[in-house]
C-alpha cells in the first residue's frame, strides 16, 4: 500500500505544475499512467482475470480530471459506460476522492446533457440508497473544483465517495476504505447487472399512485359512495408529494415496435380491426412481444418477436383468461 500512497501523492503534488506545460507523456506521468496501475493490482489484491485497471491524464491534451479506475470486465471494459471504483483527483489537483460511481458518457449520449445529469443524479441516489457501506463515506454528488463537462459528469455520477486532501499523506484507512469500496461494487453488480440504462426511472405522482393501490385494494367489494369518499379522504392533500420511482422495466426499441406497426399498415394480425387516426394524424395500433421479454421468459425485443395489435387485442392477450385468449 505504500508504494500506491506515494505515487498519489506525489502525483497530486506535481500535477499541477505538469499541467502548465505542453501534453507529454514524461516518466512522471508515466508513474501515474503505468506504475501506479501495476502497483495498484498488487498493493490491493484485485484480481487480473476478473477486474481492469485503467487510468488517464487526458489524450493529446491533459483531462481536467485525471482518474484512476478498476472495471469488473463482466460488467464494462470502458470507464464511460457502466459503473466503477474509481480514484478522481480534484481539478486543482488538492485532493483525491476514491468513487464508487456510474460512467458519465452513457447518460450523455442516450439522455443528452441536461436530462443526463438529471438521470445519472437520479440513479446514484437511487443505487446509494440500497448499498451496505461503512458510515465514513459520503453519500452523493462530489465536488471536483472542475468547470468541464466530462468532469461535471464524474461529479453527478458518484453513489458514494470519500475525499483525501493532498497536502496530507493518504492514512493508513486508504487499504480499507478501497476494500470497502470493492466490496460495494460486487453489491452493486448483483444489483444492477451489466445493463445500466435497462432501467427506467420515472417519476410518479404520489397520490395517484396511493389512490390506485387503495381502489384495487376496495373494487373487490361493492363500490359505494361512502367507501368512494373514505378512499378520496385518505389520498387527499397527497397531490404535491412527488417521489422516484424505478421501474425494472426493459427499454424497448421503439423503432421495431413502428416498422412492426408499418409492416402490417396498423391493422390488426389478430382480429384485422383497422386503426383509429389520432389527434397528431397517424394511425394508431400496438406493438405487442409474442413471448413476454424478461428475464425468466427470454423473450427478445426483436421483430422476430412482435406483432402489430389492435388495443383491445392487445389488453386481452395481456390480461384476459386462457378462455379469451383461445377465442381470439
Ligand atoms: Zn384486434
Same mark, same amino acid.
Given at each position: ?24 507523456? &514524461?516518466? =512522471? ?17 484485485? @484480481? ?5 485497471? /485503467? &487510468? ?7 483531462? =481536467? ?13 470502458? !470507464? =464511460? ?9 480534484? #481539478? ?7 468513487? $464508487? ?11 443528452? +446533457?441536461?436530462? %443526463? ?25 462530489? @465536488? ?27 492514512? @493508513?484507512?486508504?487499504?480499507?476504505? $478501497? ?9 452493486? /453488480? ?14 410518479? @405522482? ?7 393501490? #387503495?381502489? !384495487? /385494494?376496495? &373494487? ?15 389520498? /387527499? %392533500? %397527497? ?45 394508431? !395500433? ?30 386481452? $392477450?395481456?390480461?384476459?383468461? +386462457? ?6
Amino acid at each position: 500500500m505504500e508504494k500506491t500512497k506515494e505515487i498519489i501523492n506525489g502525483f497530486g503534488k506535481r500535477h499541477l505544475q505538469t499541467k502548465d506545460r505542453p501534453f507529454k507523456y &514524461t516518466d =512522471e506521468v508515466r508513474e501515474f499512467t503505468d506504475t501506479l496501475r501495476e502497483v495498484f493490482y498488487d498493493e490491493f489484491k484485485i @484480481d487480473r482475470n476478473q477486474f481492469l485497471i /485503467k &487510468t488517464s491524464v487526458g489524450q493529446g491534451a491533459w483531462a =481536467e480530471v485525471p482518474w484512476l479506475v478498476v472495471l469488473d470486465k463482466e460488467v464494462t471494459n470502458k !470507464a =464511460e459506460n457502466g459503473y466503477y471504483v474509481a480514484l478522481l483527483f480534484s #481539478a486543482d489537483m488538492t485532493s483525491v476522492h476514491l468513487v $464508487v460511481g456510474f460512467g458519465w458518457m452513457q447518460f450523455e449520449r442516450e439522455y443528452g +446533457i441536461k436530462d %443526463g445529469r438529471g438521470r445519472i443524479k437520479q440513479y446514484a441516489k437511487h443505487y446509494a440508497d440500497r448499498l451496505a457501506f461503512d458510515k465514513s463515506f459520503s453519500v452523493g454528488e462530489i @465536488d471536483l473544483h472542475s468547470s468541464g463537462t466530462l468532469a461535471r459528469g464524474y461529479e453527478l455520477g458518484a453513489m458514494i465517495s470519500k475525499e483525501y486532501h493532498l497536502d496530507q499523506v493518504l492514512p @493508513d484507512s486508504f487499504k480499507m476504505d $478501497v476494500g470497502i469500496s470493492m466490496d460495494v461494487y460486487k453489491q452493486l /453488480k448483483e444489483i444492477v447487472g451489466s445493463s445500466v440504462l435497462n432501467v427506467e426511472i420515472e417519476e410518479k @405522482d404520489n397520490s395517484d399512485d396511493d389512490f390506485s393501490k #387503495a381502489v !384495487a /385494494k376496495e &373494487t373487490f367489494g361493492e363500490i359505494t359512495d361512502e367507501k368512494m369518499q373514505k378512499l378520496i379522504d385518505q389520498v /387527499k %392533500g %397527497g397531490t404535491q408529494k412527488r417521489r422516484q420511482q424505478f421501474l425494472n422495466k426493459i427499454v424497448r426499441n421503439k423503432k421495431f415496435a413502428e416498422y412492426i406497426k408499418q409492416r402490417n399498415s396498423y391493422i390488426c394480425e389478430l382480429c384485422g380491426r383497422e386503426p383509429f387516426i389520432q389527434k397528431n394524424g397517424r394511425p394508431y !395500433a400496438e406493438a405487442d412481444h409474442i413471448i413476454p421479454l424478461g428475464a425468466d421468459t427470454k423473450g427478445v425485443d426483436l421483430p422476430v418477436n412482435m406483432r402489430c395489435l389492435c388495443a383491445q387485442c392487445h389488453a386481452v $392477450v395481456t390480461h384476459g383468461s +386462457i378462455e379469451e385468449i383461445k377465442n381470439l
